[in-house]
């Protein structure tokens, strides 16, 4: 298994970094769900309701009130208590230090300096593969617009990736390849991580699932995920070969899919 350096590995991250990004990122969510709470107060206050519209309302204030509270909360432990950040855990999933490896992004880039800094010896880069006409969630958008503009961003199309192939030791998609939300171009994105691997190469994937933990904190916003079987098959079908999966915390996956020599 690869070594990390890991002490260098880790990048400092500000108090509640990641649940002020949630909230800056999904900002109309929370505006909604405080107007929806407000408004249902008033209403159970201010109006004579029919009895089974005042139960309807009430319970949309209740769950409104909870999926506001444990997205965030769930959040918090995810982007700001657990190690998932300290991103010293990466270099465990690997078979060994890679020789290039590639990160793919679509414009918020959180761990290629971390990737850098576990393999000092590598060489690699970060990726920006947003398309306007295939990613179209407001939220994404509002992440682009808070990232720094300095200097060129490097861009990669999904669908074409600008590497020969075998090219890779390992390649990194860390809460980038759900926004791809069309089945076919997410089948493409993997069909061209798997040309541009090397043999015995691995992709570093991690997500949300759509599963019962996410649905707990996040509510209906956990269709945004894609569920393990989704996942597994778009890997089976680009050519990849599952090798191995670990729990990073109750709501994120990590899966390791390679590129094997007989393929």
Same mark, same amino acid.
Request: aromatic share 14%.
């Given at each position: 298994?690869?070594?990390? =350096?890991?002490?260098?590995?880790?990048?400092?991250?500000?108090?509640?970094?990641?649940?002020?990004?949630?909230?800056?990122?999904?900002?109309?969510?929370?505006?909604? #769900?405080?107007?929806?709470?407000?408004?249902?107060?008033?209403?159970?206050?201010?109006?004579?309701?029919? &009895?089974?519209?005042?139960?309807?309302?009430?319970?949309?204030?209740?769950?409104?009130?909870?999926?506001?509270?444990?997205?965030?909360?769930?959040?918090?432990?995810?982007?700001? @208590?657990?190690?998932?950040?300290?991103?010293?855990?990466?270099?465990?999933?690997?078979?060994?230090?890679?020789?290039?490896?590639?990160?793919?992004? #679509?414009? @918020?880039?959180?761990?290629?300096?971390?990737?850098?800094?576990?393999? &000092?010896?590598?060489?690699?880069?970060?990726?920006?593969?947003?398309?306007?006409?295939?990613?179209?969630?407001?939220?994404?958008?509002?992440? *682009?617009?808070?990232?720094?503009?300095?200097?060129?961003?490097?861009?990669?199309?999904?669908?074409?990736?600008?590497?020969?192939?075998?090219?890779?030791?390992?390649?990194?998609?860390?809460?980038?390849? %759900?926004? @791809? *939300?069309?089945?076919?171009?997410?089948?493409?994105?993997?069909?061209?991580?798997?040309?541009?691997? %090397?043999?015995?190469?691995? @992709?570093?994937?991690?997500?949300?699932?759509?599963?019962?933990?996410?649905?707990?904190?996040?509510? &209906?916003?956990?269709? %945004?995920?894609?569920?393990?079987?989704?996942?597994?098959?778009?890997?089976?079908? =680009?050519?990849?070969?599952? +090798?191995?999966? +670990?729990?990073?915390?109750?709501?994120? *996956?990590?899966?390791?899919?390679?590129?094997?020599?007989?393929?």
């Amino acid at each position: 298994m690869a070594r990390a =350096a890991s002490e260098a590995a880790v990048v400092t991250r500000r108090p509640f970094q990641g649940v002020r990004q949630i909230i800056r990122y999904n900002w109309p969510f929370y505006v909604l #769900a405080l107007m929806v709470v407000v408004g249902g107060i008033a209403l159970l206050f201010l109006a004579e309701l029919w &009895p089974p519209v005042a139960v309807m309302v009430t319970v949309g204030i209740g769950a409104t009130t909870f999926w506001s509270l444990t997205s965030l909360l769930a959040s918090y432990y995810v982007y700001d @208590l657990s190690p998932l950040y300290s991103w010293r855990w990466l270099a465990g999933e690997l078979n060994s230090s890679p020789g290039k490896w590639a990160s793919f992004h #679509a414009g @918020l880039d959180e761990s290629s300096e971390a990737i850098r800094r576990l393999f &000092p010896e590598s060489q690699g880069g970060a990726f920006d593969i947003f398309d306007a006409d295939k990613m179209s969630e407001g939220s994404i958008r509002r992440a *682009r617009s808070t990232v720094s503009q300095a200097g060129e961003r490097a861009t990669a199309d999904s669908g074409a990736l600008p590497f020969e192939e075998g090219a890779l030791d390992a390649v990194f998609l860390i809460f980038a390849a %759900h926004e @791809l *939300r069309d089945p076919d171009d997410r089948i493409r994105f993997f069909t061209e991580i798997r040309r541009v691997l %090397h043999p015995q190469g691995d @992709l570093i994937l991690v997500e949300h699932l759509r599963d019962l933990w996410n649905f707990i904190a996040y509510g &209906p916003g956990f269709l %945004h995920f894609f569920s393990r079987s989704e996942w597994m098959k778009t890997a089976r079908q =680009a050519g990849l070969t599952f +090798r191995s999966e +670990r729990p990073m915390t109750p709501f994120v *996956r990590c899966f390791v899919f390679t590129r094997e020599a007989s393929k």
